[in-house]
């Protein structure tokens, strides 16, 4: 079995890194999770917002 240069270890683990962050954003984007999150965020935050008393009077 042959030994593995250094290098080529390095260069093998950032082509394993890569590829796992590709695909992982690959699969946020076909699913659109990125507007599902922001969607359930905005809608909590409008939540808090909404039950806070108004001062500001035109």
Known sequence: M?????VCKAFG???KILGIATGALFVVYFLNLDQKVLS???????????R?????KF
Not at 2 to 6: Q, R
Request: hydrophobic share 35%; charged share 40%.
């Open 52 to 56: 806070k008393p108004q001062d500001i």
């Open 40 to 50: 359930w965020c905005y809608k909590r935050v409008n939540e808090i917002f909404d």
């Open 2 to 6: 042959k030994k593995k240069c250094g």
């Open 13 to 15: 683990a950032l082509l």
